[in-house]
C-alpha cells in the first residue's frame, strides 16, 4: 500500500482540504494485477503535517 499527499497551492495559498485516493489491486488466475476496489474521500482537513511541507516550499 502506498500512501500519497500533496497540497494543492494556487495563486500563492494552500487549499485547507485535501482528497485521499485508494485502489485496491489482486492478481486473478493468468497472474495479472486487476483493479478490486477504488476510494475517494473528499473535504479531509490539513493536517499539521501539511503545514509543515507548506513551510519548506
Request: aromatic share 8%; charged share 25%.
Amino acid at each position: 500500500m502506498a500512501i500519497i499527499s500533496a497540497t494543492l497551492v494556487i495563486q500563492g495559498k494552500s487549499l485547507e482540504t485535501g482528497n485521499l485516493f485508494f485502489q485496491t489491486f489482486k492478481k486473478n488466475s493468468i497472474h495479472e494485477w486487476k483493479l478490486a476496489r477504488s476510494y475517494i474521500e473528499a473535504g479531509i482537513p490539513c493536517m499539521p503535517a501539511c503545514e509543515e511541507v507548506k513551510e519548506e516550499i
